[in-house]
């Protein structure tokens, strides 16, 4: 079963808005979470990544919010362009160094 | 920068054939990774190198095998390839243990079984 759940699945938004996607895990036992981006025919690249003991990291126009008593985090990005549009996954590492992955959102920004 | 590369972008094979999936590296990392990713579960591990000749089973490593003769080559095998293996195949590679682990992916490999 998956072991770090994400949504949504798709979502369309206008240039200049604001996406987000969330996830959530169980295993109190991952101590790293990456966001992934991947555009089509590519392999996904690592965006950013927050460790459990930071809240909130900044990096451009993405930001990452992370809620460890809710074992929640999310994906914002700022003033969506249509060069954003691609499929992000959330993951999250085991302490074997393993990652587990979401299942991806598919973002559609239109100009 | 960094280099994953995958033998094939598109793989054609037929139930039962013995399909190979080829991938390298060029930044000398210590941990390589096969991956399968499908519409609606993302990424799932199938098997994980974090030496030569060293493997271990992913979460769904069932009708796969994988060999690693060398640091710089990971291949997957399909030993007799099946229908519900049709899928995109991601190879990724990462520095060793006790570093941040950031996974570099190569461009993936579609295979379809017949």
């Known amino acids: 079963q998956q072991q770090v759940k994400q949504s949504p699945q798709s979502l369309i938004v206008q240039k200049g808005g604001i996406s987000i996607i969330n996830c959530a895990y169980e295993n109190t036992a991952f101590d790293y979470f990456p966001w992934y981006q991947q555009f089509p025919g590519k392999g996904p690249a690592l965006l950013i990544a927050i460790r459990p003991d930071v809240s909130e990291k900044k990096e451009g126009r993405f930001t990452i919010s992370f809620n460890k008593s809710a074992k929640q985090f999310s994906l914002h990005i700022m003033d969506s362009q249509p060069g954003d549009s691609a499929t992000y996954f959330c993951a999250a590492r085991r302490r074997d160094y393993k990652l587990s992955f979401g299942a991806g959102t598919t973002v559609t920004v239109r100009a | 920068d960094v280099k994953v590369t995958q033998s094939s972008r598109y793989l054609v094979k037929r139930t039962g054939e013995k399909v190979f999936l080829e991938c390298v590296q060029d930044?000398?990392?210590?941990?390589m990774f096969w991956y399968r990713q499908d519409p609606g579960l993302g990424l799932r591990l199938i098997y994980f190198?974090?030496?030569?000749?060293?493997?271990e089973k992913g979460d769904i490593p069932e009708g796969y095998s994988v060999s690693r003769e060398k640091k710089e080559r990971f291949s997957l095998i399909l030993e007799s390839a099946s229908t519900n293996q049709t899928s995109m195949y991601l190879c990724a590679s990462s520095l060793g243990a006790g570093r941040r682990g950031e996974q570099f992916f190569g461009p993936g490999t579609r295979l379809t079984v017949l």
């Open positions: 190198s974090y030496d030569v000749k060293m493997k």
């Open positions: 930044m000398d990392h210590e941990n």
